[in-house]
Each structure stands twice: as C-alpha cells, then as structure tokens.
C-alpha cells in the first residue's frame, strides 16, 4: 500500500499533470457554457436567449410533460403557434421555442434545411403516422415529452471531455515506467526491498487509478453542469431524438435515453482503462517519456481512421457526432480529398452515390453499408420474402 500511495503521488503531482488537469477541467467548462450562452427561445413574440432562454423551454414544457398525445400536440401548436421566421445565414427558425421547435421537425409537414431549404408547417400529422409513431409500435413504449436538451449537451460535453481525459492519461501515464530507464534508476528496481515486482504492481494500480479518477472527475462535472442548468428530465425519451435521427433503421435510435447513457458511459470508462493499459505498456517498452507520447499518438491516430459524418440536413451540420464534426458532402470531400465514402442509408443510397458521382468521386472510392434489422425482413414485400429470407441465413449463419 505505501509503494501505491508513493506512486499515486508522483503521479499527482507532476506540475505538467496538475497543468493539464486544471486546462481540462477550463476546457471543458468554457465549451458546456458555450451552450448555455447559445441557447435562444420565443416565447408568443417574447425573445430569451442564454440562462433565461433554457428557464423558458424548461417551463413551457412542465406544462405537458408526459405521454405525448395527438391531443397534447394540437395544444401546443394552438398556444405557441408553428415556428415561421428565417434568416439568411442561420439553418434554424429564429423564433422557435423547444416545444413548437418539436412538434415541427417531428410532427408536421414542415422543415428547416437551411436558411434557403425551409418550409413553414401548415398542419400536423397524427403520431401514428410519423417516425415517431413508428418508433412507438416497434418498441411498444410511448412517447415521452419532456425538456431532454440537457441530454444532448451531456454527450456533446463528454466527446470533448473524454478527449482531454485521454490526451491527460497520456502525458501523465507516459513516465510510469519510462521515467525509469530515462534518468537510469532501472537497477534500483532490483535492490529494492519490496522488489521488482510489487514495484510494479504498484505503479499498475497507481495508473489505473488516475485513469479511472480522471474519467469520473469529468463525468461528474458535466453531469452537475447539465443538472444544474438544464435538468435531468428525458430519461424515458427516445435516445434519436437527442442526436436529430428518427429512423428505425438507426438502432440506438429505439433505446431511451437513460440505456444509452449507461452504455455510453460503460464504453468510455473500458476505452479510458485500454487507453491507460497501452500507455504502461509503451511506457514499459520505451526508453523516455517522449517516445511514449509520440508511440501513443500514433496509435490514436491509427485507431480513429473515420475523418467525418456527413449529412445534407444543414440542422445536422456541425453538430458532434461520436466525437466527430458533422459536414455537408462539399465540405468532407474538401477536407478529405482522398478518403474513402461509406454510405449508411438504407432508403436513399442510389440518391446519394449518384450525388457523390457528380461531384467528381470515383465509384472506387463509395462503398456502401447494408443494415437489414428484423424490422426490414419483418416489413418486406410477400414477393421477396423467401429470397430475403435466403440472403438473411447466408449473412447471419441462421
């Protein structure tokens, strides 16, 4: 327990350690009150925007939180009307408010692609006819309305949380061992009288537990702030309708909000954990610290190959997806002028390799990704359904 308690400490108090904890933790508040600052609601002609803005949206919704009805939403496009005001320059409604905002993009016959692509709703569509009735009847769970802004903002704060958190482990993991053979007090390992061995065992311990103290430090602190300004409701909505994709296709769409979270959260503390392993083992292997560093990202930079997500719903773009940017078509084949194109839908895949076509994109260069789920071979045509059938037994095994 000393040797641990020894190398935790000198771990901790590395300056450029302490310097990085403190830039992470700056880095990462100034980038959730970007959010906070940004946010803008109109409320029957009344404009708030920042802290007062998301106060508003929280309010308006407590009204008809609950199971989303046909009723509910004929309510809410009575008393807030539909969003209708554009600019040129800014891809939303400017007069938008969380509630009427909802009901338009999910529920009614209108859109907003961009500034120039919009179209103001004229009327509303019974649930049961929309994704999200869909969404409803595959799941058989019901529609939950409540204010799950805060939600997106939590995964958008933890992509770029996660990131600091790694790039942290790194550069304080890195002279674990390293350190060692750089300022040559290897041997002392040897004459030690504790040993080799729980000499090393300690140093483990001491790196995975700043590893997993880093994570948690980073997931308790967003959580607070989205606590704390944006509240913890929609938990029970559908996990889509936090990253904008509706689709029964997509999955994770299907789960609620509080499945994903758990499994997002599970996931990133494992990838932490690997992250600090690899960082040991290379800090075992190297010389000095500065190969460590250099080794690592290297690695990092070979395990996140997919440069983009890209999107023609300009709603969608610039958003953080996965810890990626969200970019129009024109602008990934700009910064990616040589990358490869993977195209994900399942229902406008022709459109979408013939747009890429046209812009010059050789055909070597478009793959194109098949998700059939249970729904698909549940909803395909009679005619085709023994064929599919057949395809279905070769792709799986069964």
Known sequence: MRLYRMELFKICTRKLFLFGAAGMIGITLLYFLSYVSGAESTINGVRYRGYEAIIADRRITQEF???????????????????????EGINMFVDTNYLNGFVMYYLSDGYMRGWDDYQVA?????????????????????????????????????????????????????????????????????TAKEGKGRDIR????????VAAASYLAIVLMALALCGMFFGFGGLESFTGLIFGYLSTWFKTALLPVKGF?????????????????????????????????????????EANKIGCFCDNDR????????????????????????????????????????????????????????????????????????????????????
């Open 122 to 190: 004229t009327c509303t569509y019974p649930i049961a006819e929309t994704q999200l009735g869909e969404m409803e009847a595959l799941t058989g769970r019901e529609m939950i309305l409540e204010y799950h802004y805060g939600w997106e903002v939590f995964i958008n704060v933890l992509n770029l949380g996660f990131i600091l958190v790694g790039i942290l482990v790194i550069f304080g993991i890195s002279p674990i061992f390293a350190e060692e053979s750089h300022i040559e007090t290897l041997p002392l390992l040897f």
């Open 261 to 301: 979270i758990l499994l997002y959260l599970l996931f990133a503390f494992v990838g932490q954990l690997e992250l600090c392993a690899v960082t040991m083992l290379l800090s075992a292997w190297c010389k000095s610290p500065f190969h460590v560093v250099v080794a690592d990202a290297l690695l990092w930079r």
């Open 65 to 87: 939180q609950g199971i989303l009805t046909d009723e509910k939403v004929g309510q809410i496009v009575k008393k807030y009307g539909f969003p209708k005001e554009a600019r």
């Open 315 to 398: 709603k969608k773009q610039g958003k953080i997806y996965k810890q990626k940017e969200v970019l129009s078509i024109e602008g990934a084949n700009e910064n990616y002028p040589c990358g490869l194109w993977i195209i994900t839908s399942q229902n406008y895949h022709r459109e979408i390799k013939k747009q890429l076509e046209d812009m010059g994109i050789g055909i070597d260069r478009i793959i194109r990704y098949v998700d059939k789920s249970e729904a698909y071979y549940e909803a395909v045509d009679d005619r085709y359904q023994e064929l599919e059938e057949k395809e279905k037994v070769l792709r799986t095994g069964g």
């Open 202 to 209: 300690a140093k483990i311990a001491a790196g995975l537990t």
